[in-house]
């Protein structure tokens, strides 16, 4: 591949992980400010093969722990990303949280689907989101565009 | 180490990202909460807690079942007693199901200070299934052949009377006159007159007296009583609620039991003060579908919807009523309605006006029900600051022409389309029923509700209530007023719909305006005969 196309792809894969970034950063501030928010309702109704997982973690004692973890899993792959450091953890954990999402409500022929705005088989965002996620994963620029790009010069002339 | 500006932006641009990001979620949350706390603020609705009733203490109140049928079993698992078929249903059902919480329920619910002694069954089957199930080596459950027997045995406290309806007043009331305490099932009578007879004994015995509203219970009707008085929803002009089932349960078509002949049932006891005919088992388990015996949509269901109102608004008994419909889904012999329109008016009622004085004044309370499609119409309150929606949970959106909520509409802070107030007691509790009959009760509350966040049998608070004021003393929530009250608004109904015409009630003098040439009683309890126009069943 010519500079020229690499340095294109990597401005292109550094776009897709600020916009992930952004997505996931704002998904978990507004939860984190707002004390009504709970995940219990979208764990209760969960459905499909792993349904009895997800409804077992909308349980009373362990709900607040559930909470707690998922805005800040959410905020975590949202400042990597968008900051461009330790990105391929966010991405990692990134993929985790989308498999979970995307196994709590599979678009399954025969599942029904609850607030979804469009018509899924098998494949919908979440699932496009995650291997969106596995590109970056595979594909770091955090060196390109971000804190790495920093510290990978600092490093260069120590 | 030297940066050129273009460095800065590759290293640094995502720093005024994060940070706009943070900026936007956190501003748009707090916005929204200070908006939320706003309009509560405004609406000061205070959801109920539950209520504590001293316990039960001393020796086990000592109860006798009279009816021992489908709402009689249903009535002794509130009190804490499940016969051993039951069980086993449940634990059937629950293999296939495993979200069904009865027996879950069932076994988690405190015990009440109670012990069967005695049940009165005209069928054998079902006096035999009480004793075997409910026998214990200390205490074995007595079979009575009437009543009577049952009530002067010197060994019961109170009866639980789950009869066909003819059966309910001549029972209570002889119980009362014995200072025997009684709880019994809706309506609290068949007809106008024992309506009067019973509220007499009622007031002169030192026996308590409730009536099987359970629904009274419910969380959520208690939190509604609080909105109303804080005038949220301002002046309610209409009230619709309905009954909408497609079931053959639901048309009360229920199973008849193999065991079931002239040897096996008491054909004379059952029949009682109805018209003297043949044996005959369709009458016998179906007995809601004959004036002779029940009272069909009005006596049945109707009278659950206008209690359920009735302990939100304390209305009282409607001005008048006009009621019609037919035989429409279900030409099976019946003669009760299984298609029932119900309008009731109040035209001095009045919950609050946020307008100018005098302005409003009055209300209609529609009842709806159709036994031929279950398309669940929700119960609906509608002021002229608010709409309230009221089941299990409780839902108020802000009217669109409102003069309380002008201001908050004005500045967009509400939004006719956007629900200002939401209470559900229950949210998250996945559950699972196992019938449209009990999906129906559910969804209006009559059928659990919750105690600190814990679902609970609202019959088995109801039954708390009576056995605390019958030892402790106190004031029961469904007394004789709001038997009384209950009964002839649905009375009322019957004969409106069987006469073709408007029922008016006497408010001062607490009697229904006579019609020339009617006895109300007497068209009250007219129980044609439809089998050779209707098909077999």
């Known amino acids: ?158 | 180490m030297k940066w050129t500006r273009r460095e800065v932006l590759k290293g640094l641009g995502g720093i005024p990202i994060l940070g706009s990001l943070w900026w936007a979620g956190s501003a748009s949350a707090i916005t929204k909460k200070k908006e939320r706390s706003e309009i509560l603020e405004q609406l000061n609705i205070e959801p109920s807690l539950p209520t504590e009733v001293p316990p039960v203490t001393g020796d086990a109140v000592r109860v006798g079942i009279i009816g021992f049928g489908i709402r009689g079993e249903q009535l002794c698992r509130s009190l804490g007693f499940a016969t051993k078929e039951w069980r086993a249903d449940m634990e059937e059902e629950m293999k296939e199901n495993p979200q069904n919480k009865a027996l879950e329920v069932f076994d988690s619910q405190d015990k009440l200070n109670v012990v069967i002694t005695g049940v009165c069954d005209v069928f054998d089957y079902r006096a035999n299934r009480a004793i075997n199930s409910f026998s214990t080596a200390e205490n074995k459950v007595k079979r009575y052949k009437t009543h009577q027997e049952m009530i002067r045995s010197g060994v019961i406290d109170a009866v639980v009377i789950a009869t066909p309806d003819h059966w309910h007043a001549p029972m209570a009331i002889d119980a009362l006159e014995n200072n025997i305490h009684v709880y019994v099932e809706k309506p609290m009578t068949h007809t106008i007159e024992e309506t009067y007879r019973l509220r007499e004994a009622a007031r002169n015995s030192k026996a308590v007296l409730m009536v099987g509203h359970q629904h009274r219970q419910t969380q959520s009707f208690k939190t509604a009583q609080d909105i109303i008085e804080k005038g949220v929803l301002g002046h309610v002009s209409l009230i619709e609620t309905s009954t909408n089932r497609n079931d053959d349960n639901g048309a009360w078509n229920y199973d008849i039991h193999p065991d079931a002949n002239e040897n096996t049932i008491d054909w004379d006891m059952f029949l009682g003060s109805a018209p003297k005919i043949p044996f005959n088992k369709n009458h016998f388990f179906r007995w809601r579908k004959w004036w002779a015996y029940g009272s069909g949509l009005s006596g049945d269901l109707l009278s659950h919807d206008y209690d359920r109102l009735n302990c939100v608004l304390n209305f009282g008994i409607p001005d008048s009523i006009s009621a019609s419909g037919g035989i429409y889904t279900h030409r099976d012999g019946r003669n009760v309605p299984d298609v029932l329109q119900v309008n009731m008016e109040f035209p001095n009622f009045s919950t609050g006006s946020s307008q100018v004085k005098g302005k409003e004044k009055g209300l209609t309370f529609i009842y709806s029900a159709t036994l031929g499609n279950g398309y669940p119409r929700p119960t609906v309150l509608m002021g002229h600051d608010g709409t309230m929606e009221l089941g299990n949970s409780l839902v108020i959106w802000p009217e669109g022409g409102s003069t309380k909520f002008a201001e908050f509409l004005e500045e967009e802070k509400m939004n006719p389309g956007v629900p200002i107030y939401y209470y559900d007691p229950g949210a998250n509790i996945p559950d699972a029923i196992s019938s449209a009959t009990s999906q129906y009760f559910a969804d209006k509350g009559l059928l659990w509700t919750y105690l600190n966040g814990k679902r609970v049998d609202s019959t088995w608070l109801h039954m708390r209530e009576w056995l605390s004021v019958l030892r402790n003393g106190g004031k029961v929530s469904c007394g004789i007023k709001e038997g009384f009250e209950e009964a002839m608004t649905a009375h009322m109904t019957g004969l409106s719909w069987k006469l073709g015409r408007r029922i008016d009630w006497d408010r001062a003098k607490e009697e229904l305006i006579p019609i020339e040439g009617i006895d109300f009683d007497q068209a009250l309890l007219e129980s044609p005969d439809l089998s050779a126009d209707h098909i077999r069943v």
Request: glycine fraction near 8%; proline fraction near 4%.
């Open chain 1, 1 to 158: 591949m010519s500079e020229t196309n690499i340095k294109r792809l990597k401005n292109s894969v550094a776009f897709l992980r600020v916009l992930i970034g952004w997505h996931f950063l704002y998904e978990g501030v507004t939860k984190l400010f707002n004390p009504d928010w709970t995940s219990m309702g979208y764990l209760a109704s969960a459905k499909g093969p792993f349904g009895w997982l997800f409804s077992a973690m909308a349980n009373d004692s362990i709900i607040g722990v559930i909470d707690v973890l998922n805005w800040a899993a959410l905020i975590i792959v949202g400042m990597t990303l968008i900051l461009g450091i330790y990105e391929r953890l966010g991405a990692l954990i990134g993929i985790v949280l989308l498999a979970m999402y995307y196994l709590a409500h599979p678009p399954f022929p025969g599942i029904e689907q609850i607030n979804v705005e469009g018509s899924y088989w098998f494949v919908n965002k979440n699932l496009i989101e995650l291997a969106a996620c596995i590109v970056l994963y595979r594909l770091p620029t955090g060196a390109h565009f971000g804190l790495a790009y920093i510290m990978n010069k600092k490093s260069k002339s120590e």
